[in-house]
């Protein structure tokens, strides 16, 4: 049994995310050649904007444009992600081993969003709020080295893939840590 945590840096995602999440991998090796790799892995970021002044222009059935000013705005964005994946695992042996495989996962998301609008006195300016949650089955792969430093402790390093569920494109990230072999 082994068990290491460690950061990933997101290679490519289909959603352009740039900020860094982090993860946590267990290893149950079952068999000489032969494991799973339970690894979960989560991601938060918070942003604020603002701008103005600024207006807002609504079309109404009739086709009327009317314009709406307002002195300033902030925008407040929250997003957090998480996902876990048990995947089957081949691996050679000897100090330096090479492992790859692939199994299934489930992965949530969780995204707020709202506006606050100042120095508007109409009711188009009232904090506007949106949210969505979005989960489901991932399929997902990976593949890397573990190099033995001494008896019980390895240094390691992979290569993850996730894709999967709505609201949560695919992902390619780069794994490395330290594993800790507690039997």
Request: with cysteine; aromatic share 8%.
């Amino acid at each position: 049994v082994g068990c290491g945590v460690d950061s990933l840096a997101p290679g490519a995602t289909s959603s352009n995310d740039s900020v860094p999440y982090y993860a946590a991998a267990v290893r149950i090796d079952f068999r000489r050649h032969m494991g799973v790799e339970i690894e979960g892995a989560y991601k938060s970021e918070d942003a604020q904007y603002q701008w103005g002044p600024g207006r807002i222009t609504v079309v109404s059935m009739d086709n009327k444009e009317p314009i709406v000013p307002y002195a300033g705005a902030t925008h407040y964005t929250s997003d957090s992600w998480w996902e876990t994946t048990i995947n089957v695992i081949a691996r050679s042996t000897g100090r330096v081993s090479v492992n790859g495989g692939g199994g299934f996962g489930f992965g949530a998301t969780k995204s707020e969003t709202h506006t606050t609008y100042s120095g508007c006195s109409s009711p188009i300016c009232n904090n506007q709020r949106w949210s969505r949650n979005d989960g489901g089955i991932t399929l997902g792969a990976t593949g890397g080295v573990d190099a033995i430093i001494v008896s019980r402790i390895s240094g390691f390093g992979s290569l993850r893939a996730t894709v999967g569920y709505t609201g949560r494109g695919a992902d390619v990230a780069a794994i490395a840590g330290v594993r800790v072999r507690v039997m």
